[in-house]
């Protein structure tokens, strides 16, 4: 199965998108990461978020790493799918 975990961040003002933001993604036999980067593309802007895809590994945890220091463990269960809003604490 392809399933896939996307997460859009939503930072403290002035930087609600979150740029800077670390994310970490454990799936047991490595971690994946995203940074978050305010980018544009062609004739259009990208809006900043973490996507990863996971395939038919488990995760064992979601950490974020807000700009602010703030770590953020996430339960969103092993067999997480989909796309979620995360909110800075």
Do not use: C, K, M, Y
């Not at 975990?5 to 930072?11: A, H, K, T």
């Not at 740029?19 to 995203?34: H, M, N, P, Q, T």
């Amino acid at each position: 199965a392809d399933r896939a975990l996307v997460l859009d961040l939503v930072g403290h003002p002035p930087n609600t998108f979150a740029v800077g933001a670390r994310v970490e993604v454990d799936i047991g036999d490595r971690v994946l990461s995203r940074v978050i980067r305010a980018s544009s593309g062609w004739g259009s802007s990208i809006h900043p978020r973490a996507h990863f895809g996971l395939g038919d590994a488990g995760v064992e945890s979601i950490r974020v790493i807000w700009p602010s220091g703030i770590t953020q463990e996430l339960d969103l269960g092993r067999w997480v799918d989909g796309r979620f809003t995360v909110e800075e604490p």
